[in-house]
């Protein structure tokens, strides 16, 4: 193949993986602003499901579970994940160090079989101690042990990066351990944790089958509400759901880019 | 550091002594980066350790912020014992080997962050930042991030970030390494004549013998974590204790002394009349060797040599010759006149007075 058609090729080839990565989405988004009940014509612009969609106590009480199970599992994951990320680096050349490794497995577990087993543990652990049923707390904690690995392996990743003699330098200019945590490491770890916190938050909203396994009746949360309403087909609420939600993940990558877009800048 | 900077005031303060007693740091059974090392530092000393790679140089001084703990010996500084006394409650600051500038903050931001630390004024912060930015010559670098600076730009700014403190001791761990010949020189005259300004005593690591003999009052020359000689640049060079610090200070005609009696000695290039300590070694630096060509009127105990190979060294020309099998340097100031060339024989003339014995390696 000559080099000008592998380049037509690869071209192609790009567009080709854009249409099947996007065009889903774009149908998802159109079809949500559709004035009849279907997702197979377009008749015209409508902001009808929308105004369905706010007016269903149920789906406002799931929008609900959903950011309070995101923001508190999240706040919560960032600060165990950021002291397991430190942790692993000060003891990095320590007897335990080979510690660390634990915390890839979670990454790699496949979602049902860490599913199954954390909604089987608490369901031993309610019958055992009468705590932990099944509701917002036990996915906040099932949350949080996924999230965890995440933050402590970008923690741990920027802190290996830094020169080591930095904190030395810390010490050596006269800061108190405090003065070391609040005036160099919370510093130099922002955008790691700025990261860690918005990937967390997106893997929890984005989350369904930890959730399914370890929700409560009273604890659906949109993605489990989605999925109990598609089995009676789909409606454009759903697709109008779905549009949040695209919206929302897309924020969050816009507000993380443009972090380290800022952070890049002011560094220069 | 080309412009005029205003003098830094000088302060009523003591420079600290520093007391060295036995100290050894042993990372493992094998390792041992510091074997019972024991020296004092007057206050207001220009001190050089010096010494190849490896030899224990930053480990030294590492004991010395309190970053590590030595496995036995004490450390005194200013008449202080400093066992227990955490880094932070040391006035002792350091330009790191590899700068240490903190990455989230720009340059008045890493030189300030001492002076945050100890909690002084703002008004005192800024004053003291100005000072030492316009004497380090980096007034213009203050807002800069620290990925906007050349390397010798870092080192200045690491520089200013340990001096700023007016630290009784400030330890510099070859600051100069990665700079080019032309900065390092100017760096090198800027840095002593700024250490006698301040009257702080400095240590000072460098494995290069001639930067450590412009700079320092007195060196020591560390071999092997163990202190192999200390003494005054002159001192080191024209009496090196042993063989290793002979070679580490750049000398290379040794010459195995094979007999000696009570009028002289007996070495592989002949025999030298006259009353020499005992040793393994004697030692001719550059200045005993007198070239002659052989057109020359003779001295008298001259021995003749063949040139294999002239440097030309700008100001001088190095000439490695071959006497009697045994290859020696001598140098010759270029001077307009043409010199002996390679293959040339030429009459060497030996200054016995300015020729040395030393030691073996480890013996002395
Ligand atoms: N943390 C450590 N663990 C194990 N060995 C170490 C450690 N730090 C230093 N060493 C060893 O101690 C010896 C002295 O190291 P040191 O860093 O003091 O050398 P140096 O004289 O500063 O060398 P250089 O000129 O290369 O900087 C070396 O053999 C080094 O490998
Ligand atoms: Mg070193």
Known sequence: MSRGRLTAFLRGFWYALMLFLYAPLLVVVVFSFNSINSSARFAGFSLDWYKRLFANDVIMQALWNTAVLATVSTLIAVVIGGMLGYGFYRYRLGRLSWLVWLIYLPVIMPDIVFGIAEMTFFVLINQWLGILAPGLGTMIIAHVTFQVPFVALLVNARLLALDPSLFEAAQDLYASPWQRLSAFLLPTLRPAIAASFLLALTLSIDDFVISFFTAGPESTTLPIYIWSAIRKGVTPEINAIATLMIATVFLIAMLSMLGGRRRRTSDT | ?364
């Open chain 2, 1 to 364: 550091m080309s412009e005029p900077a205003p003098p830094m005031q000088q302060r009523a303060r003591s420079a600290s002594s520093i007391g060295i007693d036995q100290v050894s740091r042993r990372f493992a059974a094998d390792a041992v980066a510091l074997d019972d090392v024991s020296l004092d530092i007057q206050p207001g000393e220009f001190f050089t350790l010096l010494g190849p790679s490896g030899c224990g140089k930053t480990t030294l001084l590492r004991l010395l912020a309190g970053l590590d703990q030595p496995d036995s010996g004490l450390i005194h500084i200013g008449g202080r014992s400093m066992q227990g006394v955490p880094p932070h409650r040391r006035s002792v600051n350091t330009v790191f080997q590899s700068y240490a500038l903190f990455p989230h903050r720009n340059v008045r931001e890493n030189i300030r962050f001492g002076l945050e630390m100890q909690r002084l004024s703002a008004a005192e912060i800024s004053r003291r930042i100005e000072r030492t930015a316009a004497l380090i010559g980096i007034d213009k670098l203050l807002e800069r991030g620290i990925d906007q600076l050349s390397g010798g730009q870092r080192q200045r700014v690491a520089l200013a970030r340990a001096l700023v403190n007016e630290p009784d001791v400030l330890l510099l761990d070859e600051p100069l390494s990665a700079l080019d010949a032309g900065l390092r020189g100017r760096l090198q005259i800027e840095l002593r004549r700024l250490q006698r300004q301040l009257g702080m005593t400095f240590v000072f690591v460098t494995h290069d013998q001639e930067e450590a003999m412009v700079m320092s009052d007195r060196i020591a020359v560390l071999n092997h974590g163990r202190l192999a000689q200390i003494g005054t640049p002159q001192a080191i060079y024209e009496k090196p204790a042993d063989e290793f610090v002979a070679r580490f200070m750049g000398h290379e005609n040794l010459l195995p002394i094979k007999k000696s009696d009570a009028t002289g000695i007996e070495t592989p290039i002949g025999r030298f009349s006259g009353d020499f300590a005992e040793g393994a070694y004697l030692l001719l630096p550059p200045q005993s060797l007198i070239l002659h060509r052989l057109d020359q009127p003779a001295a008298p105990d001259c021995i003749e040599a063949v040139v294999d190979e002239c440097l030309y060294r700008g100001g001088m020309t190095e000439y490695r010759l071959s006497c009697s099998d045994w290859p020696l340097v001598a140098t010759l100031a270029n001077q307009g006149r043409p010199g002996p060339a390679a293959g040339d024989r030429v009459r060497l003339e030996v200054v016995t007075r300015a020729a040395a014995v030393l030691q073996a390696e480890g013996d002395g």
